[in-house]
């Protein structure tokens, strides 16, 4: 009787040892990041060729049926899985929150009383989403705005190098900096760099590589993003789709894009999303 005990205790443990060992073995899904953007005009996401700008066509993000336009930009939340949206339009900026599994819409700011103007980039920064944005205060022009999730306006700041307001012409591309804490907030062909209250430390003056012939004021930057491996992209306010380096101070023009001013939201978004 041990004997036969014994033998079905050692065939138990080799059953569950090799399970475990085929689960283990198991490959674990990937999802890797792709570059977006939003032709605002309609709607319409586009995965964007970082090497060449070369577009392939998305999906829209809808709200009440239709698709959600005029979309300045997007961020993924992690956290919640779920997509932070900026609009704007003849009757101001509004913020919507979308689910990644639907792609529908939902208003969670109003902006009823046109605090703002509109919220140019988002990011999310410890736990809440952060924008630079035209704000519609007396002492603010062009400055960040923090939201809470459920997108009420939790603080305001104005981009000051010292006791002195940076005075900033517009663009608004807004990204995380290298350096723990740090924001570069783009104007025209500069780029400042803040930490997450809009002290502003730095100033880079960036030179044009592969630009045609241009006024020296001839765009701003509208939108920054980094890829996977920190490469930093922009768009501009006339279509350009752009690398920046901030180290070697230069911006280089990757494509023209047809359209213009219509293309915003440069995002590094999970590829599974649209």
Avoid at 14 to 41: A, F, H, R, W, Y
Avoid at 57 to 86: C, E, H, M, Q
Avoid at 131 to 151: K, M, S, V, W
Avoid at 219 to 224: E, R
Wanted: aromatic residues 10%; contains cysteine; glycine residues 10%.
């Amino acid at each position: 009787m041990m004997n036969k005990f014994i033998f079905f205790a050692m065939l138990l443990w080799m059953t569950v040892g090799l399970t475990t060992s085929c689960s283990d073995d198991e490959t674990p899904v990937i999802i890797d990041n792709q570059m977006v953007i939003v032709d605002k005009t309609d709607g319409m996401f586009y995965a964007i060729n970082t090497t060449n700008g070369s577009f392939t066509p998305l999906d829209s993000i809808t709200f009440n049926g239709s698709a959600l336009l005029g979309i300045r930009d997007i961020v993924y939340n992690p956290s919640d899985a779920k997509i932070y949206i900026t609009t704007n339009g003849s009757n101001g900026g509004k913020l919507y929150v979308a689910d990644p599994t639907t792609l529908v819409a939902t208003l969670i700011n109003d902006n009823a009383n046109e605090d703002w103007d509109a919220v140019a980039e988002l990011l999310i920064s410890n736990g809440k989403l952060l924008g630079t944005a035209y704000i519609n205060e007396p002492e603010i022009d062009h400055g960040l705005i923090y939201f809470e999730l459920n997108g009420t306006v939790s603080n305001t700041y104005d981009l000051v190098a010292g006791s002195i307001s940076v005075d900033t012409d517009g663009g608004m591309g807004l990204a995380f900096g290298t350096a723990p804490n740090t924001l570069l907030i783009a104007d025209e062909d500069y780029i400042f760099v803040s930490d997450l209250v809009g002290n502003v430390s730095d100033t880079v003056e960036l030179t044009k590589v592969d630009f045609p012939p241009m006024g020296m004021y001839a765009y701003s930057i509208t939108s920054l993003e980094r890829d996977d491996d920190g490469n930093l992209f922009g768009l501009t306010s006339e279509g350009h789709f752009v690398e920046i380096d901030i180290a070697a101070k230069t911006i280089r023009l990757i494509k023209e894009l047809t359209g213009g001013n219509t293309y915003h939201g440069l995002t590094n978004i999970p590829e599974n999303i649209f």
